[in-house]
């Protein structure tokens, strides 16, 4: 267990200027709040989606609540001990990647999967929240989920090859951010390298890794037009799967909120707010492509026929999936056609 006294206490002197600058203006909120997550601060993540929510829900609250920032894992500890933080109460709220601790979230997977995530980040935020009650919510008994979303899904960066095909990848070492992801590279025929983001850069330009399973928004944040060459996706946006995120909150924290104020938050953490996030992540995205290409990378574009044929070989990942989680203690084959619905329904 990580005792929060210890940990913060180790973190102070880390922390102690950023903590001081802000104490004023924290002093005045009943309720402050520390949110910890792995990405810089100035990162898409924290500057389009978190601050302005946060922003939003103090405003809403009449100045009762403040929403502390603390990128770049600066109050210690690494990417995958972020879930377990947030539930011993070591932080407040968290944003994290559910795959950066596998195992934990096997339901909310589903949705990570090639083929059943195509394009569509919207619909794919409020699938996951339609879906919540009755399927995902075991997963996350030990806090308070504020919203799940997912990015604009997994593209392929590479250092220097060329791939247009699974046979491209094959020998090839792709970084892939958690489970879902390993199972798609193998399926293409290469070998997957689980690492949290921020060392990507790294095993890029030491050829610890040939390339990434990874969307745009990350290339301006980890500078990726300096480690690779070409950036390469579907037609129409198609990728390669994706990743669930989380934004979740200490349950204790939760639970000695006033009714008013968790209203609040969970008014600003609805359905609007998710296609708005949908929104955010395909802008960024955006962004993320056409800086890449302005530093001359290449982006490339598969043929329908080209993406199809990498489709046929990650279909039988779902298949897969479903049969590995035989004994998970939940109907995975029922849960795939679950996902698929609440997609379609939610589809424009």
Known sequence: MIRRRDFLAGAASAIALPAYIRSSFAQSAEYTFKLHHFLGPKAPAQTQMLEPWAKRIEEDSGGRVKVEFYPSMSLGGAPNQLFRQVAEGVVDIIWTVNGYTPGLFPRSEVFELPTIFTNDIAATNLAMRDLFENQLAPEFADVQVLFLHVHAGQAIQMATDLVRSPDDTKGKKLRVPGPTGNAVVEAMGAT??????????????????????????????LQLWETTQ????????????????QVSMNKARWEELPDDLKEVFSKHSGEDWLREVGQIWRNIDDRGIALAVEEGNEHVILTEEEMASFNAVLAPVVDRWVEERANAGFDASALVEAAKQALAARQS
């Not at 997957?192 to 030491?206: E, K, R």
């Open 230 to 245: 070409y950036q390469i996706e579907g037609p129409n946006n198609n990728r390669f799967g994706t990743t669930t995120f």
């Open 192 to 221: 997957p390298v689980t690492m949290p983001v921020p060392d990507l850069p790294q095993a890029l330009s030491t050829n610890a890794v040939d390339g990434a399973l990874i969307p745009w928004e990350i290339i301006p944040a």
